[in-house]
């Protein structure tokens, strides 16, 4: 098994290798961008909170609130998933048209949108 690569922070052009991690410290990277972005430095408050407590009392709140948020995301992309299939099963059914979707309230609300020509056309006796 390969050990683990350490955390470097405040990488940027001028300084390549930029700072190792202080294993005392949050893990959490602070300030502009992600780990490896110019600017950001690692979090200065003491660690033993969240995953595997290295996180402060402030981040492991911040990084369950983030994930609980992440999931919730991925359920809404499943359920739009579902709903962008049943649009284009529904304007293969009528021949033409658009789907349009709009949140309103607890779920979605469906419109289908169609040309005066489409309308005529299934209209016509």
């Known amino acids: ?3 683990k690569k350490s955390r470097r922070y405040e ?5 390549p290798g930029g700072v190792p991690e202080n294993l005392n410290n949050c893990v959490e990277n602070v300030g502009f961008g992600d780990v490896g972005s110019p600017g950001g430095r690692q979090c200065s408050r003491l660690r033993g909170y969240g995953k595997d407590g290295l996180y402060c009392r402030q ?4 990084t369950a609130r983030d994930a609980a948020r992440e999931k919730a ?7 739009n998933a579902v709903i962008q299939r049943e649009g284009a099963e529904l304007i293969k059914r ?7 979707y709009s949140e309103s309230g607890p779920g ?18």
Request: glycine letters at 12%; a positive charge.
């Open 73 to 79: 995301y991925e359920a809404r992309g499943a359920e």
């Open 94 to 100: 009528v021949g033409a048209g658009r789907v349009y």
């Open 108 to 125: 979605y609300r469906r419109e289908l949108i169609l040309s005066f020509e489409t309308v005529e056309r299934l209209l016509a006796p």
């Open 11 to 15: 990488k940027w052009a001028g300084k």
């Open 59 to 62: 981040h492991a709140g911040q």
């Open 1 to 3: 098994m390969k050990p």
